[in-house]
């Protein structure tokens, strides 16, 4: 597959706004038909705007899902980042978890079918938009953790930062996207007790 074709840029404040509602428009045919529905002739009715002039700013589908997957993954990472900032001084372990759990579902299942095209068209590698995003939840959480155990832990706490963060995450997205039988609160609770548990265990330096 080629990389995405971006075209022209958006020089003119009448130009910045048919680039917005080419996005815009974007974003509504994917979360209505998913990645394989979507087609620039849908993009450009739902925009209001010929495919010609739609051509002008981006060259194809895939230009415009890239454009699409970017901005909601910078809208997730705002909101994620929000609600771990938002616990750091809660002190209850277990009030703090659950609660970054829950912030971290219900922004993921806002819009499913852009975080599935998220999931796959951004797998995680070293140095992609994802993983720098969870690099940057490790290091909030590796600070928390050093603060609370004073670096007494089995494991460097950038590594159960780690741990706990790919968990987490990958838990929440396959909850969101595969449907398994638990309710949002329960999953919410099981998901919470399984990083204490493991926290109760790691950050105990006793052989």
């Known amino acids: 597959m080629t990389a995405p074709r971006r075209r022209r840029q958006p ?6 706004a048919t680039v917005e509602r080419i996005v815009a428009a ?18 450009a009715a739902a925009a209001g705007i010929s495919p010609g002039s739609l051509y002008q700013y981006f060259g194809d589908k895939e230009a415009i899902l890239d454009e699409v997957v970017t901005r909601y993954s910078d809208e997730l990472e705002e909101r994620v980042t ?7 001084a809660v002190r209850d372990p277990t009030e703090a978890v659950r609660r970054i759990v829950l912030a971290l579902v219900d922004a993921l299942a806002e819009h499913p079918a852009l975080l599935r095209a998220v999931a796959q ?43 706990v963060v790919r968990t987490v ?10 449907d398994p039988p638990l309710g949002r609160e329960e999953f919410a609770d099981e998901v919470t007790a399984l990083v204490l548990g493991y926290l109760a265990r790691v950050l105990d330096p006793a052989p």
């Not at 609600?83 to 750091?88: L, P, S």
């Open 82 to 88: 929000g609600a771990f900032v938002a616990t750091v």
């Open 121 to 163: 068209r951004m797998p995680r590698a070293g140095d992609d938009r994802r993983a720098a995003f969870a690099r940057r939840v490790d290091a909030l959480l590796t600070s928390t953790l050093v603060a609370r155990s004073g670096g007494a832990t089995r494991y460097p706490a950038g590594t159960v930062a780690w741990l």
């Open 169 to 178: 995450e990958s838990l929440a997205v396959g909850f969101v996207l595969e």
């Open 11 to 16: 020089r003119q404040e009448r130009s910045r």
């Open 26 to 43: 974007g974003r509504a045919v994917l979360i209505e038909r998913g990645t394989e529905g979507l087609t620039t002739n849908h993009v």
